[in-house]
């Protein structure tokens, strides 16, 4: 027991935020927590759960660092937190860095979370991948994706069924950017989620992961459906909840700072110090000096009031509304409270870490801005903005560019990854250069909440039409426009030699200049183009390419052209220079006319009287391959209701060929398409 507690408080003065929760109590390994809908989470020794009740595991949650090391507790105790419903697991050495375990009974949602907390003591950056292994108390028998509508590429968890239980299995929140790899197989009992998690050095990077039990995989995926992301990582506590890096973290904080708020109708202001005084704020207004110019805010639209700084302290102001106004306060030196005893005190705003006001009726809890204009600014200040008036002009490796606002996702200028500004565009394609424009005028969204910029200026809350933050260039942090989206996996993508990705499609015609001829080939029937590479493994200079065409004939040659074209799916047409092509990528090129036409007259016959005849159509168009799907597509819409249901089939049968084998956790085709395929098969050479 006293080497237990040693270990715990040994963590807890390495790294505060993984210390135990206060008032835990220590326990005996297994122990059973249990949720409101009758469910039972016996957690182990090593923070899995046994059986789960019923047979729902044979062990379930299972940690493995780098595939090797297994999570296991030092001794088989841990600390409980009742209130919490809490196990606090202890930490553990496993490799480069430190894991702990948090596992908590969701109780309401008739479920468990598993949170790993792994810590990294060294001076460099650590990179690690986590495997959770579920071992099932049956076999797969049904696996629902839980997408998430922005980002269908990969699910953010699976509707798990057997023959008996069925689980959420939750492997992330809506909009997270790393989110893991599931892998399962039907009629087979295990499941794993992998995990590769980038620790920053002397840091902290938290996994948070849940299972939500119900009696089938349906019903559970419905479940997913009807709970909030938030709902399952509120009540961490906020040093932990900060460092989670899947799930997003959320607009309640301003950089590393939580955003305060008061309660029972009181404000509350937290000093250095640690003290928290409350009682009612007795202010006029709240006055503000940003860098574009003072900034006034009514009292009843102050959420909170953020402290930065140790010597010369600035100011975040944030409005009911989300917006977070940065600078120095203006006429106040103090800030005055009355006390719930009576007594006005002033407290010196140089003693204030955070300002927490009262919740108003119909305030919101939290603000969303995954699908609104905003300006993050690098000072931490958040402005709400509407649609930008002109285009945005970038010079780029490949010349100057202007791109409509319409067209832009984010504009990114600081970040962990960008060395350079990039510009993301709505379908996935990120351009980087240098943006021209010394500063921003960014037109303010309007606002409930009374604030004034400058002198005579109106309030937001007010009828406006041009009311706005003059920003300099060298204080923008990031414009977001418009939700980024991954990009889809059929899309026609141009890698460049700088790693700017393009989405779109060649366009035009490329005069290929052989060493016998000069070809010429349609942008459009081209599946690859990258540079010719010599024996030697040599990338070609200049203009040497080599082209993949629809039909995978492969050509090497010089273009004669200095440049190719490029048509982006979101409108944007692009001139790049050859020498700066990287990749071309187009899984569904077009055909060649003369085979074009072969197929449409083909599938004239997919809605014929007689059924052989729809069924050898359908299966001459299998035999032509993928080549085909983009003429199907072209089809589909006008195409009778028989004939679009065999072009379904068709292309769900010609995608999989590009997909290549089926990935882990595929459940088969369907009986049309295995139908389909005994056809192929007979049909005549």
Not at 328 to 343: A, E, H, Y
Not at 530 to 551: E, F, N, Y
């Amino acid at each position: 027991m006293r080497l237990f507690i040693a270990i715990a408080l040994l963590a807890a003065t390495a790294v505060a935020e993984a210390a135990p929760p206060a008032g835990g109590q220590p326990v005996q390994l297994p122990t059973i927590l249990r949720d409101d809908r009758g469910g039972m989470w016996d957690v182990q020794y090593d923070g899995s759960i046994g059986d789960g009740g019923n047979d729902l595991y044979d062990g379930g949650g299972r940690l493995f660092v780098d595939n090797q090391n297994q999570y296991n507790t030092p001794t088989q105790q841990a600390l409980l937190d009742p209130a919490r419903g809490e196990v606090v697991m202890p930490p553990m050495q496993m490799g480069p860095v430190i894991v702990s375990r948090r596992v908590s009974v969701l109780k309401a949602l008739g479920g468990v979370r598993f949170v790993e907390v792994i810590e990294n003591h060294g001076a460099a950056a650590a990179k690690v991948q986590l495997r959770v292994y579920f071992n099932m108390g049956g076999s797969v028998q049904q696996a629902i994706p839980l997408v998430d509508d922005r980002r269908a590429r990969q699910p953010v968890g699976y509707a798990i069924g057997d023959q008996s239980n069925a689980v959420a299995m939750i492997g992330g929140g809506r909009g997270a950017k790393a989110l893991p790899r599931f892998e399962y197989q039907q009629n087979n009992d295990n499941v794993n989620l992998f995990y590769d998690v980038d620790v920053p050095a002397r840091g902290m990077a938290v996994v948070v992961h849940c299972q939500v039990r119900r009696p089938t995989a349906p019903a559970a995926a419905e479940a997913w459906r009807a709970i909030r992301d938030k709902d399952l990582v509120a009540d961490l506590p906020r040093e932990i909840r900060k460092r989670v890096v899947n799930f997003p973290g959320g607009d309640a904080f301003v950089g590393d700072l939580e955003v305060l708020r008061g309660d029972a109708g009181r404000d509350v202001v937290e000093l250095r110090g640690g003290d928290a005084y409350r009682g009612q704020l007795l202010l006029d207004g709240v006055r503000i000096q940003t860098v574009y110019g003072p900034v006034t805010v009514s009292p009843d639209a102050v959420v909170c009031i953020l402290n930065v700084g140790a010597f010369r302290p600035t100011q975040l102001v944030v409005t009911a509304d989300g917006d977070v106004l940065g600078g120095r306060l203006i006429d106040t030196p103090k800030l005055k409270l009355r006390m719930t005893s009576g007594q006005v005190t002033e407290i010196p705003i140089g003693q204030v870490t955070r300002v927490g006001f009262r919740r108003r009726p119909g305030e919101p809890e939290d603000w969303d801005f995954d699908n609104k204009r905003v300006a993050y600014l690098r000072t931490g200040e958040r402005l709400r903005i509407k649609p930008l008036p002109g285009d945005l002009e970038l010079a780029t490796s490949a010349g100057p560019v202007r791109i409509s606002p319409a067209m832009i996702a984010s504009v990114v200028l600081v970040g962990e990854d960008v060395a350079v500004p990039e510009v993301r565009l709505v379908d996935g394609s990120r351009l980087s250069g240098l943006i021209t424009a010394p500063a921003y005028d960014l037109p303010l969204a309007a606002s409930a909440a009374h604030v004034t910029i400058g002198g005579g200026v109106p309030s937001l809350g007010q009828a406006m039409t041009d009311v706005r933050a003059h920003v300099p260039a060298a204080a923008m942090g990031r414009l977001q426009l418009a939700p980024e989206r991954d990009v889809e996996p059929l899309a026609p993508t141009l890698a460049l030699a700088n790693n700017d990705t393009l989405v779109g499609q060649l366009t035009g015609t490329l005069t290929l200049e052989t060493k016998f001829d000069t070809i010429r080939i349609d942008g459009a029937q081209v599946k690859g183009l990258c540079p010719a590479v010599s024996k030697k493994g040599d990338r070609g200079a200049g203009l040497d390419v080599q082209v993949t065409l629809w039909d995978d004939s492969t050509l090497s040659g010089r273009l004669a052209e200095s440049h190719v074209t490029c048509r982006l799916r979101c409108g944007m047409v692009m001139r790049v220079p050859v020498a700066l092509v990287g990749q071309y990528v187009q899984p569904l090129p077009e055909p060649s006319p003369n085979t074009a036409e072969q197929i449409r007259r083909i599938a004239a016959d997919l809605d014929a009287d007689d059924y052989a005849v729809r069924r050898a159509a359908q299966a001459r168009i299998h035999r032509i391959g993928p080549p085909a799907l983009s003429i199907l597509k072209s089809l589909e819409r006008a195409a009778s209701p028989e004939a679009r249901s065999r072009i379904e089939v068709l292309t769900r049968a010609l995608v999989s060929q590009l997909d290549g084998p089926p990935a882990p956790g595929a459940l088969g085709t369907s009986e049309e398409e295995m139908q389909l395929q005994q056809m192929i098969d007979v049909l005549p050479q």
